[in-house]
Every structure is written in C-alpha cells, then in structure tokens.
C-alpha cells in the first residue's frame, strides 16, 4: 500500500460515507441502452471563410440547399448579404455537413466527428461541431492534460469535463460551449488518444452533483497550495466550491516571476503616465489580491485583482511585488530561502484559464494542514528620490540604467477555484482514484450516473432515466 493511501484512511473513512459513483451503479439496474446520449453543440469555429475536406472516397455530405444533400470532396464557405456563400453553388441560410468517415471530417487543419452546423452571425460563418458527450470527451481530456499522465487524473479530468459540459447544454443559444480555453478546450480527432478514450470509457455516465443538480465543476491548472473559495472570485460562495489543500508542490508554475521595467509600466498604465507606488488594498483568505491601487505621476487607479491580473498578463492574482535593481538581469529567487529548489517538470500544461469570506473548510484528516497564505503584501513600493529619472532627461518613467523595476512575484495559474489539474496530477502519483481526487476538490458533492433530473433545463421534461451507460 501505498504511503499516500496508508496515510489517508481517515479521509478514505469520510469518503466511504458519501454516496460514491460503485453506490450508485449497484442501485441502478443495468438495463439496455434505451434513452439517447446527450448531444453537445461545440462552437470550433468563426471566421469569415472556412475551408472543409473529405478523406479518401468518402465524401461530405452537404444538407441545406435547397432540399438536396450534396456529396463534395471539397467545400468553401464565405458570407454573402447575410447568408452563407458556396463556391460555385450558390447561397443558403444554413448548412449541415457530416460524412461517413470514421474518422471524421476536416475543417481547416482539424478533423472532427459528427456533424458541424454553420450560420451566418455578426458577420462570421460560426461552426458549430454537434456530437455525443461521450464522442466529445476523450478530445477535451486530452487537450487539457497529458495523455501521458496517470489514469485517475485523466479519469477526474473526464467527470469534471462531462459535468460542466452537460450543465451548459441550451445555455447560449445557437451552441452550448466554446472549443477555447472560454468553456474548456477540444481540438478534435488529433487529440483523442487510447488513454483519454479509457478515461472516459471507464467514467462514462458519471458526473458531480450536489443537492439534486449538476455542479459548476470549474478547473484550472495550478493553485499554487491552496485553492480559492468561488465566493472570494465570483459573485456566489457554492458550498462545494471551497479552500482546500492544493497538491501541486511539482507544478512547474507553482512559483514564477515576471519584471516589468519603466517603459512597460507607462505602456500598461497611459492614464496614470506609469507606476510610481502600487498598493494592495485587500486579499483573500489565500492571499490573492483583490483590489490594489496603482499611483502614477498624473494620477491613481484603482483594480481588481482580476483587472491587475489581465493588465500585467500575470498566472495568478497569487502575487507580490517587489522593487529589484534593473541592471540585475536574474530574477530573484520568490520562493523562501528555507524551501526546497523545484523538480524539474515537463512544459506547461494545463488550459484552462479565466474565462472573486474566508474558507470555512476544515483541514482533511490525516493530511498535513494547508500551507499558510503569503506574506501579507507590504506596500507601497515607493521610488527614493534616489531612484526617480531625471526630469529633464526622461518624465514619468523607470531610469532603464540603473532605476529599480517591478517584479511580480507569484504562485499558481489560473483562477484557482475548483479542482487543479497539476494538484490531480499529485494526488495521482500518490495512490488516489479519480473519485478521492474528485471529492478533495468539490466538497460534499455524490459522483454518480447522469439523469435529465440533474440539470434544471431539463428537470421538467418526461422521459426515462438515461442508460446509456448500461
């Protein structure tokens, strides 16, 4: 057994109270595959042209002109006055395209399976790709984590993916989520592979649920050691959406730097002619900053946390500053003296980006408690007359030469709510299933079967019970 499991009986013990996805599946008889798998309409593409193929002899097959079904190898679509122009075959207000490949059809450099709906709006062609959920999955899996990684990460991944997509389903009108880093990303055909298709395969059906209804099962790639209450980022505090211990200590961004020198803080604040103190006004109870004033030479502003995160082009609002020398070209250390140096980990990965009272979660029994926040940030970080330019020679900025520049120091990427991609990675490697890295990051919630009942736009609609799981 191992250390990580051994150390964790008492979570295990908790857990085993809380109606699990093997619970369900014992009380829901495997009945034949009746009901139909939910559909998704994935936005893939705008543009003002896009370009489709076919592979080999099976063709595209082409619906909406004028009641007749084309075969085409190939196919141009533009806009016209407001309706969709064809090369050389004239226009219509909407289009289907599907075909009988297997293995998809191709819209620019990407295959897609299913079938991709295209209408003219705000002066864009939108493509909008319609498939199963359980056809959609095994491309987002892999396109927000390695498919190299251990099997309960990519497994956790797939259920927090399959709730939030299934929770969005007639949302936004002409489709239900973005193929961006706005919902959660999917790339198509290319980034399916046998290990995302297991992932899924083995959770299929599954979701998160609390209190009858489907979760907001929101992810992102690191912490930074704490994640962040949703109350503390948006507007409401879900009760499953708490502060937890992160376990994302190998994550190659869980501390970075990044300096920005007179000239790009004139760039970032024209309306304050650039930076002269910055003053963190609140922070969270994990210590991401929540508003700060910037005092420039012809003025102040005042942000948010997430406004000063967008500004910057930083990770995390997990940040401090500090005035370092601008001659020194290395950055300074922002991980405590005291700390060990980080493993060296593959590239970055980890998609998923923005697209706001304290926790009152308690530690997890029998798992060290959670890191303290940072250091309280200790500003303003004034200039000395000392440090000021000239007046005369450059007004208004940071001397290049020999001036002090603003380095942000931080922790994490993302915005830190809901379970992290690089903490399910750890917890992983350390012996936990999909469903112990599930319930350490949504708290209180039951992981079992999808049912229409589950998501409030079809709560009232009659039908069976779903089983397509079966």
Not at 49 to 55: H, M
Not at 108 to 132: E, K, M, S, T, W
Not at 248 to 263: A, E, Q
Request: proline share 9%.
């Amino acid at each position: 057994m191992s250390p990580f499991v051994s150390n964790l009986r008492p979570v295990l013990r908790a857990v085993a109270l809380a109606p699990l996805a093997v619970a369900a599946l014992a009380g829901e008889p495997r009945v034949a595959v009746t009901a139909q798998e939910p559909m998704m309409r994935v936005l893939i593409a705008e543009a003002q042209t896009l370009q489709f193929r076919a592979d080999a002899a099976l063709p595209l097959r082409v619906r909406g002109l004028g009641g007749q079904e084309r075969s085409l190898q190939r196919l141009s679509v533009s806009l016209r006055g407001g309706s969709l122009l064809l090369d050389g075959l004239g226009q219509a207000p909407s289009l289907r395209v599907s075909t009988d490949d297997p293995r998809g059809l191709w819209l620019g450099q990407r295959r897609y399976r299913g079938d991709v709906l295209l209408l003219p709006r705000g002066g864009r062609v939108l493509a909008i790709n319609r498939l199963g959920i359980e056809t959609y999955l095994p491309s987002v899996v892999g396109s927000e984590m390695p498919a190299s990684w251990p099997l309960p990460a990519l497994q956790a991944q797939a259920v927090a993916a399959r709730t939030y997509a299934l929770r969005q389903r007639g949302k936004k009108g002409d489709f239900d989520v973005k193929a961006t880093v706005a919902s959660q990303v999917y790339k198509g055909v290319e980034s399916e592979t046998p290990r995302t298709r297991e992932a899924v395969d083995t959770t299929r059906s599954l979701v998160l649920v609390h209190g009858g209804r489907l979760i907001n099962a929101v992810f992102h790639s690191s912490s930074g050691g704490a994640t962040e209450p949703s109350g503390e980022v948006w507007r409401q505090q879900l009760p499953y959406l708490v502060s937890v211990r992160d376990h994302d200590d190998h994550s190659p961004v869980h501390r970075w730097n990044k300096r920005f020198d007179g000239g790009d803080l004139q760039r970032l604040f024209k309306e304050t002619g650039g930076v002269e103190t910055v003053r963190v006004l609140s922070t969270s109870s994990t210590g991401r900053v929540r508003s700060a004033r910037i005092q420039g030479p012809r003025g102040a502003l005042v942000l948010s946390g997430r406004e000063l995160r967008q500004r910057l082009g930083l990770k995390s609002t997990m940040v401090r500053f500090a005035m370092v020398s601008g001659g020194d070209r290395e950055l300074s250390p922002a991980r405590p003296l005291d700390s060990e140096p980080a493993r060296a980990r593959p590239a970055l990965i980890g998609l998923w980006s923005d697209s706001a009272s304290g926790s009152s979660e308690a530690a997890d029994p029998g798992l060290a408690p959670p890191p303290p926040p940072p250091p309280p940030l200790q500003m303003p970080l004034t200039l000395s007359n000392h440090d000021r330019p000239n007046s005369h020679d450059r007004p208004n900025s940071l001397d290049r030469s020999n001036s002090l520049v603003l380095e942000a120091q931080g922790q994490g990427y993302g915005h830190g709510v809901g379970m992290s991609q690089w903490g399910a990675h750890g917890l992983a490697e350390q012996g936990a299933d999909f469903r112990q890295i599930l319930l350490h990051y949504y708290r209180g919630v039951q992981i079992r079967p999808y049912r229409p009942s589950d998501d409030p736009s079809l709560a009232f609609s009659p039908g069976p019970e779903p089983a397509w799981w079966g």
